[in-house]
């Protein structure tokens, strides 16, 4: 089976995306330690497909345990791909050895969801956002002094911050001071981690506008992974939503909220708390979180989508083109098969073309 | 509901203060706050980060650390429980209060399996056997949702999302059937499907058991789901409280109206900044004397820069207590609903 | 993990390889011709002699081809015979093997039985006067040099006592309570320092732990401070103890070379050093290798040891 291609006529059009993952895959060995008996692997993720292009926002969104983090460290080649294939502008990011490697960490950077543990604790705030300029040899003394200065100032926290330790700060400054760190070597690319979960409102609003700020300034792509899909929507220019390692559907944020073709996706709209909701309990998706290490058969919702027909508990659905986005549903299958119903016979639910995709 | 409200108080804490000893100096983190939780009820805390909404949480079980409680008292099930006895108190944790704490990520012992750490609590406090407490072990973990759970018993805190720790410390609060649950920030690592999940079962449990839910968030719509009573923190104390309902739509104190813009909603348009509240909560060590709102407030007078007292009002018929001296009646002159208007 | 372990070994042996070489280059730069120091005191040596025995040793070969025939000989498990006697390098080694084993074996033990009962103290009654007291000793501990101290021993016990160490080693399997008697002194001057360090490091690791959000959590759980402490926060704070095992490990076997001689146990420490002043070579590279594969197994059996401990380490 190739690849689902997104966005594919576009991509000619336009100039490269910055971020190119194919057939993303990692499983997990669990067990088998110490005197323990091997069992299957995890499958975190496991064959997902998507693009990132300059200056854009990519949301994540997904069930907890459906890979995202696993995805995001993938990306930066944290941890190590079972199989598939990321480019970074052009590199194989999975082929490169460790010096390039390193190389390339400078353009791609991780904000976590907890920003304080990640720092060290007897550092002050001029070494953790030194630190990296030094990895990556950047500049003397004097210009890395005032990089930090320039980098607190486009954070709004003042330079007498420098002097002072991680725990001196709030979580919002802390965050702050996250951003902080990920900028100091000019990335590219930033993985948002939960970067705001966090955050209360308050602080929250004034991070995700100092990382819009700092996107339009700089020209930065973001991978922003979280679960609040107000805040996902708020960020992103597109959307992809996890299930089970896998993609359900991607697509224009907006779009992809307001009209979800995936049942997955129509859940997790519908599970949006606000309080205009008052008082009123939410309609959990039935059904028992699948095990990532046997995940079901055919489409891997099935065992929990209201709308499952006849194809979905053996076929598994791929990944097709609806109108702006791509959605990974046989209920969309169905409709494509409908569409192109003058096509050959075999040409059907199979879906073996690989041009499929492309020209539905 | 109103029958609630005539049931004697579970949790009592009164005019609560908590300090911090920090490297020769001391800090006061909670300054002055009032609480009361009933049986069943659902209390709702929010506020702004950092003031004090966790440390009043730890200091109910006196679980603070380098920290104490420096004033006030809290009172459990109608005994003090501020100068309890360790004994007492261990009778108390786990058992009679439960706490989810807010970094699952940080909460869960690397070295242990969770099946281990759930049976810990139920070892502990029911007396059960080794099997007993694995199997009542694998039961809560179903209960929370976690895949595969007789399988994941076994599994190290590494080997498992942030959500699912975030389950597991969920399901080690319920292991004991607590007559209180303190949840800090309990649904932050979770999906909005996986929340619901959880935020029903909470309902269900508070349904069949009666446990009563003290619940830290910063998700004002998982407030009007679960709340009845919603406490608004700023700065080390209380500056509005009152029914959830009321607070979420007619909110009193400035700040809960700066806090109530600030959410992202459906339809927050995307190219525009988030209203957010400019400037950032006073240090703990220059508070200053008057309103801590005074230097990000919209509405600062002279009047805020004196010490603010907790005004009692009738809003819609029901009791609000807001600490901010425009809220009271009496000095709702034309003058400060004009300057309202004026920034509105 | 048997891969890891297999991989680990392969890895140590080839540390010991290059350990070897670099002592057998060392030993034949050192200024002075074995042969003349060792028939210095006979009278009448002629150069014919010297040179006779030169060649008996083979020492007139280069360097290299020297290290080659002892190399061959190693990998057959025969490490040459004695310059002193003629005897076997193995057998020699193997026979006051066991005798360096028991007094390390002690010295470790010691270290272990003592700090970390009083690094646990320390840590739990921290910033009391008995953990300040702690503290000193353990500073003290670590700062006093194992030969300084046993000389203490030695000078004071003969002192007041008029008690000295024995002359004659005896076997623990001939008289237990007098082998004791011998070893007691020398292990403890030897384990003090493990002692100092591991009691310092359980300190400070347990207060660290003690201070994490897991500690609360078994805390809130109603968890009695016998759990907190010997369940959760010992184990987590053991494995940094557990490093600094292997290390000192290293430090006890280096310190047998002088105090067995200072109490005259015959056991390989003493022999490297009468070696050593005999520059006799292949004693010493025999005591090198034996030393040196000693300590690369202690450490493998560390890393076997956080694998057990720790559920995140994965080799
Ligand atoms: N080191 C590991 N060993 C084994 N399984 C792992 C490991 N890390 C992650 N997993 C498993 O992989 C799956 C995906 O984990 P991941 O952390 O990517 O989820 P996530 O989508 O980020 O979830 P969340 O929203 O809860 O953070 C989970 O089922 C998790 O249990
Ligand atoms: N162990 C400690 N030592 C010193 N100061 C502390 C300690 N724990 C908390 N504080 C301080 O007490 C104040 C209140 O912290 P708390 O954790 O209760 O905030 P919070 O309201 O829970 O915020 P968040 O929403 O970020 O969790 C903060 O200013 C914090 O810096
Ligand atoms: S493919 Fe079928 S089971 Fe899967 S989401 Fe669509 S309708 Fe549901
Ligand atoms: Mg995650
Ligand atoms: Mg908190």
């Known amino acids: 089976m190739t690849a689902p291609t997104l966005n594919g006529v576009e991509r000619e059009v336009t100039n490269r995306p910055l971020v190119e993952a194919t057939d993303l895959v990692k499983h997990f060995e669990v067990g088998g330690g110490f005197l323990s008996a091997k069992r299957p692997p995890v499958r975190a993720v496991d064959g997902v497909s998507f693009t990132i292009n300059r200056g854009e926002t990519l949301g994540l969104v997904g069930e907890s345990g459906s890979g995202k983090s696993t995805l995001g460290r993938l990306v930066l080649r944290l941890i190590e791909a079972t199989s598939g294939s990321v480019t970074f502008d052009g590199q194989d990011v999975l082929a490169l050895k460790n010096k390039e490697l390193i190389a390339l960490r400078s353009r791609m950077q991780l904000i976590f969801q907890d920003p304080v543990s990640s720092f060290n604790p007897r550092m002050t705030i001029e070494q953790v956002l030194t630190e990296p300029m030094l990895v990556h040899g950047v500049g003397d003394a004097a210009s890395r002094k005032a990089r930090c200065r320039e980098l607190l100032d486009l954070v709004s926290l003042p330079s007498t911050a420098l002097a002072r330790y991680p725990h001196q700060f709030s979580g919002g400054q802390a965050q702050r001071i996250g951003i902080a760190r990920a900028l100091t070597t000019n990335p590219d690319l930033i993985v948002c981690d939960e970067a705001v979960s966090a955050l209360d409102v308050s602080v929250q609003a004034q991070v995700l506008n100092l990382l819009k700020d700092v996107q339009k300034e700089l020209g930065l792509s973001y991978l922003f992974i979280a679960h609040d899909l107000n805040v996902v929507r708020y960020m992103s220019d597109r959307i992809c939503v996890m299930y089970l390692g896998r993609l359900a559907e991607e697509g224009p944020s907006d779009i992809l909220l307001n009209e979800p073709l995936h049942p997955y996706t129509e859940a997790l709209v519908d599970a949006i708390p606000s309080s205009d909701t008052i008082g009123r309990a939410r309609e959990p998706l039935a059904g028992e979180i699948p095990n990532p290490s046997a995940p079901p058969s055919g489409c891997r919702f099935h065992t929990r989508c209201p709308k499952r027909f006849e194809p979905c508990d053996h076929l598994e659905p791929e990944l097709i083109t609806v109108g702006a986005g791509n959605v990974s549903c046989h209920l969309h299958t169905e409709q494509a098969a409908l569409h192109r119903h003058q096509d050959p016979p075999e040409h059907s639910l199979h879906g073996e073309d690989p041009q499929e995709g492309a020209t539905a | 509901m109103t029958s609630r409200h005539d049931s004697a108080p579970l949790l009592v804490i009164d005019d609560l203060h908590v300090e911090f000893d920090t490297g020769g100096s001391t800090v006061e983190a909670v300054s002055g706050v009032d609480l009361e939780i009933r049986a069943g009820e659902t209390v709702a805390v929010v506020g702004e980060s950092g003031s004090g909404k966790s440390v009043t949480a730890m200091a109910v079980l006196q679980l603070l650390g380098n920290g104490r409680i420096s004033g006030g008292s809290v009172t459990w099930d109608g005994t003090d429980i501020t100068h309890a006895s360790n004994k007492k108190l261990r009778s108390i944790r786990g058992n009679d209060i439960a706490v989810v704490f807010q970094d699952p990520m940080t909460s869960l012992d690397p070295l242990y399996s969770i099946g281990n750490q759930l049976s810990e609590a139920l070892r502990l406090h029911q007396r059960m056997s080794r099997k007993q407490a694995r199997e009542r072990a694998i039961e809560l973990l179903g209960m929370v949702g976690i895949p595969d759970p007789a399988h994941k018993v076994d599994a190290y805190p590494h080997q498992l999302s942030g959500g699912q720790r975030q389950r597991v410390m969920i399901a080690g609060a319920l292991a004991c059937t607590p007559r209180l649950m303190i949840a800090d920030e309990p649904t932050t690592a979770l999906d909005v499907t996986v929340e619901a999940q959880v935020l029903n079962l909470m309902r269900d449990l508070q349904r069949e058991t009666g446990v009563a839910l003290m619940l830290i968030t910063h998700d004002m719509g998982v407030v009007g789901e679960m709340a009845d009573r919603v406490v608004v923190f700023y700065a080390g104390y209380v500056v509005e409280s009152g029914l959830a309902d009321d607070v979420l739509n007619h909110p009193q104190h400035p700040y809960t109206q700066a806090l109530l813009t600030a959410i992202p909603r459906r339809d927050t348009p995307r190219d525009e900044p988030m209203p957010a509240i400019p400037g950032t909560v006073p240090g703990l060590h220059e508070m200053p004397a008057g309103c801590r709102f005074i230097t990000r407030c919209p509405y600062a007078a002279e009047r805020c820069s004196e010490p603010q007292e907790i005004v009692r009002l009738e809003v819609a018929g029901k009791q609000r207590d807001v600490r901010c001296w425009r809220a009271d009646p009496a000095h709702r002159t034309s003058a400060t609903i004009e300057s309202e208007l004026e920034v509105l | ?315």
């Open chain 3, 1 to 315: 993990m048997i891969a890891y372990a297999a991989r680990r070994f392969v890895y140590g042996l080839l540390v010991l390889l290059i350990v070897t070489a670099m002592v057998f280059i060392t030993l034949r730069a050192i200024p002075g011709d074995v042969v003349r120091v060792q028939l210095a005191d006979s009278p009448g040596v002629t150069e014919e002699q010297i040179a006779q025995r030169t060649a008996e040793l083979g020492l007139d070969q280069p360097v290299y081809s020297q290290f080659f025939v002892f190399m061959g000989g190693a990998l057959r498990g025969d490490l040459g015979t004695s310059f002193q006697d003629n005897a076997s390098v193995t057998a020699e080694i193997l026979h006051r093997l066991p005798i360096t084993l028991e007094l390390g074996f002690l010295a470790i033990l010691l270290g272990v039985l003592l700090g970390l009962p009083l690094g646990l103290i320390s840590a739990i009654r921290k910033n009391t006067l008995l953990d300040q007291f702690l503290r000193l000793v353990s500073v003290v501990g670590i700062s006093i040099p194992n030969f300084w101290l046993a000389l203490l021993f030695i000078t004071y016990l003969s002192l007041w006592f008029q008690w000295s160490p024995p002359l004659v080693y005896v076997g623990p399997f001939e008289d237990l309570s007098q082998n004791l008697v011998h070893m007691t002194l020398p292990a403890i001057a030897l384990g003090t320092a493990a002692m100092a360090s591991i009691s310092r490091m359980l300190r400070s690791s347990m207060l660290e732990v003690m201070g994490s959000n897991f500690i609360r959590t078994v805390r809130a759980r109603g968890a009695s401070e016998w759990n907190v402490i010997f369940k959760h926060a010992g184990r987590n704070s053991t494995i940094p103890v557990f490093t600094l095992l292997g290390l000192q490990v290293g430090a006890v076997l280096g310190g047998t070379v002088i105090l067995e001689s200072i109490f005259s146990i015959p056991g390989m420490g003493s022999l490297i050093f009468e070696s050593v002043q005999f520059r006799d070579y292949p004693m010493v590279l025999g005591c090198v290798i034996f030393y040196g594969g000693l300590f690369i197994m202690v450490n493998l059996l560390v890393d076997v040891a956080y694998a057990a401990i720790d559920p995140r380490i994965r080799y």
